[in-house]
């Protein structure tokens, strides 16, 4: 192999790493500009770095109590880093950076690869593999962090250590234990590895000294000092003993404490997670692995659980490099192996033969942990292909318009941040997250994004406090807030422009996602709504209804849309998470020239879920602004007008409007309502009022155990005033009863109970009847009927049949 790789080889590696590069750096400015970024942890990092560069250290104040931030963490890479704001001034050239330096880690992985396997081939993959590494995007991904620049440091260190280049070592040594106080720890297990495996004594002896004493200082020494108190983390080995003296201790004295959280905290399965990318390579050469013992500690020993999290945040990120290594290092070894020839059985011939046939070997080989490294991705990576990819986030005119607001805000003002605003704004001296007052004179609001830490009926309760309290409004327009203290020439009102965030722009343009018109007590109009995913990491689903006043209303309404399973079983309301339109533009204030829309917010609701809606009057007071009046009967508006096609339910109170079912991660797909089975056609009627016209049934024979699906369509002649339930027995031959259930109706989109039923348009249901797991073989019918789950009485059959119950098909059973 020549000294430099092949042309080809360098342009498909710089291609991978520039690639990377600017796919991060565009994921993390649309996440940024789209308010996805939050305070903690980028206007922490903001601010402290702009701070440092404008002569106040690590000055930071977003939270209570840690005015610096090395009470927090030690990180003495921020000095240079500050730098960067004399080029541009602002969280974005961190992304870029952190983007490109994290791509540079595929260079030491790409050369160390070569040194070791002599195959250029080879190298690339395991270049590819880094890039490709979920611990290593996520940590990408997660904002801004020194600590997420330490892996590519760590790589530098440890190729310069084995090629026998000290200078170099002891440069990325520094630069990696300056990304934060613990991977001091990392380095000095690189010490450790030069002292007794590369017999480098005075250099692993001089690494090791100055990493104990360095380590000590950081941890012991200076955020106590800064904090006013015992370093703040370790709180989270507290389970372990009381003090780090005790804790270490207590892994002699009572190792059944730390085996027992390990255990809790799924370690082998943490293990398998980050070996499972290199194809657990990286176990065939286990010291290397042991230079990730550090970070394995820290991170398994922990009772904070997203330190456990091996795909996503950033604390894997530092044990990737001692994977790499392994995995690596772990091939040379296997390739030594062929020279064992007294070895038996298959693999063993294979490494033999990989001996004698180095190409064969080195396509196998690096298409395996390729392989596993795509599969992996697949299912846990970031790229658009992966099973984490969050989508190309929108920027929408909601959040360019911020830029306005936050020009009114001046350098000097004392400053109280919505979360997701904070980091926007973090260049000052003084900065709080909001809800957090203190000295600030001034407090910018979004109230349409995520009111954390307050709950929506909060956050309005305080800024009416505020309004009354000597705060006047600076700017207000589409749901931004800023606000200003000891102003007197400022108002005290919210301006109309602020609700511009409830309006659509263009009413006449409009057009919903899913069209649904239903008319409340001709009060209120529902046009439609769509179905979207909440804008950032967790993409929950979010639905936005539109409304119109059909004439001027004196009084506010209690907007209701809710989600319910199959069974009518309720999966979520407003009554905690409250429509935010409404809290502050409420009914009372629409104009009939106005679309409304209301969103609820995000939330999780399983793998199916059917949307409804409907209206009460307000109750006033601060209970309208969670629960209202729904909960009585009486106050709830009448649907005076609805489209063909939805079913009304509780008195013509409220509608269903459409069933969705999980089709990915974060996407829903509405269901099809079905057409009624053409097989078995029947002419049965119950009572004179339901008709079974078709039955659907598999085709025998069915196994002990088996599931039985079936359909049955029915139809009723006239409005029914009850709630019937229908049953259906599976009997033997003697007529006894081995397998029944019974239930609601149901269609396609769920929850369906005879009181909604319309006249004359059938009714779809699908059920599936388990079978008793003994069940002796033999012929079984199928009998269904009806009966009133209050007293129990049966439906008499009247036509097509007699009796309570009809037979709907036969069960062979073997």
């Known amino acids: 192999m020549t000294n430099r790789p092949s042309p080809l080889i360098s342009i498909l590696l710089i291609l991978a790493m520039a690639g990377y590069a600017a796919f991060f750096s565009a994921q993390l400015l649309l996440h940024y500009y789209s308010f996805g970024s939050r305070s903690l942890d980028l206007g922490n990092m903001d601010q402290a770095i702009w701070n440092t560069l404008h002569g106040r250290p690590f000055h930071q104040t977003n939270q209570p109590g840690a005015t610096n931030r090395l009470s927090l963490h030690v990180e003495p890479i921020l000095l240079p880093i500050s730098l960067l704001y004399l080029l541009y001034s602002g969280p974005e050239i961190l992304f870029v950076f952190q983007s490109i330096v994290v791509a540079l880690g595929a260079i030491p992985v790409f050369a160390l690869a070569r040194f070791k396997l002599h195959n250029d081939g080879l190298a690339l993959i395991f270049a590819l593999v880094y890039l490709m590494f979920p611990a290593i995007q996520g940590a990408t991904l997660l904002d801004f962090h020194a600590v997420t620049l330490a892996p590519t440091f760590l790589l530098a260190a440890f190729y310069t250590l084995e090629t026998r280049r000290p200078g170099l070592f002891a440069l990325f040594a520094i630069l990696a234990t300056a990304c934060k106080e613990d991977m001091t720890l990392l380095v000095m297990m690189l010490g450790f ?27 012991f020494v200076i955020p106590p000092a800064f904090a006013g108190s015992e370093n703040i983390h370790w709180n989270r080995y507290g389970h372990l003993g009381d003090s780090p003296l005790n804790i270490v201790l207590n892994f002699f004295r009572q190792p059944q404490l730390v085996l027992s959280h390990l255990q809790k905290v799924q370690a082998l399965d943490y293990l398998r997670l980050l070996l499972t990318p290199t ?29 456990q999290r091996a795909n996503s945040l950033i604390y894997a990120a530092p044990i990737v490099p001692a994977v790499i290594i392994s995995s690596i290092y772990g091939v040379a070894n296997l390739k030594r192996m062929g020279e064992w020839r007294r070895a038996k059985g298959m693999f063993s011939r294979l490494t033999l033969h990989a001996s004698r046939a180095t190409p064969l070997f080195n396509s196998f080989v690096g298409l395996l942990i390729l392989a596993a490294s795509l599969g992996y991705h697949f299912f846990y990576g970031y790229f658009p292909w992966g099973g984490q990819f969050r989508g190309w986030e929108e920027v929408t005119d909601h959040h360019r318009r911020a830029e306005r607001i936050f020009a009114q805000i001046p350098p000097e003002a004392a400053l109280s941040a919505h979360d997701r605003l904070n980091p926007h704004v973090s260049q000052r001296k003084t900065l709080y997250i909001f809800d957090r007052i203190e000295d600030a004179d001034h407090i910018v609001l979004d109230i349409t994004e995520d009111s954390w830490p307050l709950h929506p009926v909060e956050l309005r309760h305080q800024v009416d406090q505020f309004l009354e309290g000597g705060f006047g409004v600076v700017d207000a327009f589409d749901g931004y807030l800023l606000l200003a203290k000891n102003r007197p020439d400022l108002p005290a009102e919210l301006p109309d422009a602020f609700f511009d965030f409830a309006r659509i722009p263009d009413p006449a343009a409009f057009q919903p996602q899913f069209p649904a018109a239903v008319t409340f007590d001709d009060k209120l109009k529902l046009l439609g709504y769509d179905l979207s995913y909440g804008a950032h990491e967790e993409r929950l689903p979010v639905v936005t209804l539109y409304w119109q006043a059909l004439a001027p209303l004196e009084q506010n309404y209690q907007l209701w849309p809710f989600f319910i399973d199959r069974q009518g079983k309720l999966i979520e309301d407003t ?14 204030r629409w104009s009939p020239d106005e679309v409304i829309l209301t969103r ?23 209970e309208a602004k969670t629960s209202g009046g729904w909960a009585d009967l009486a106050q709830r508006l009448p649907i005076t007008e609805v489209d063909e096609g939805l079913y009304l339910f509780e008195n013509k109170t409220w509608a269903r409007l459409g069933m969705f079912q999980r089709t990915g991660r974060d996407s829903y797909a509405p269901v099809v309502p079905a057409s009624p089975p053409r097989l078995q056609p029947r002419q049965v009627e119950f009572w004179h009022l339901i008709q079974l016209q078709s039955v659907d049934l598999p085709a025998s024979p069915l196994r002990p155990g088996a599931s039985l699906p079936f359909t049955l369509a029915w139809q009723s002649t006239a409005l029914i005033t009850v709630d019937l339930k229908t049953f259906v027995h599976l009997l033997d031959q003697n007529g006894q009863v081995v397998a029944q259930l019974d239930w609601t109706p149901q269609d396609s989109l769920g929850y369906l109970p005879t009181t909604a039923w319309q006249p004359h348009r059938p009714v779809v249901d699908r059920q599936t009847l388990i079978l008793p797991a003994e069940m002796a073989p033999g012929e079984y019918r199928l ?32």
């Open 193 to 219: 590895y030069a002292l007794f495996i590369n017999r480098q004594y005075r250099l692993g002896l001089l690494t090791i000294a100055l990493c104990a004493l360095w380590a000590f200082v950081a941890v």
């Open 783 to 814: 009998v269904a009927g009806w009966y009133y789950p209050v007293t129990g009485d049966r439906l008499p059959v009247t036509a097509g049949g007699s009796g309570d119950s009809v037979e709907v098909g036969g069960v062979v059973v073997k």
């Open 279 to 307: 194809a657990f390579t990286a176990l065939l050469n286990p010291v290397t692995l042991l230079l990730a013992l550090p970070s394995l500690g820290i991170n398994l020993l922990s009772n904070f659980p997203p330190m």
């Open 600 to 622: 609820t917010l995000p939330w999780d609701l399983g793998d199916e879920f059917t949307l409804a809606v409907g209206v009460a009057e307000d109750a006033g007071g601060e």
């Open 575 to 588: 009554s905690q998470r409250p429509l935010v339109a409404t809290l502050w533009y409420p009914t009372s």
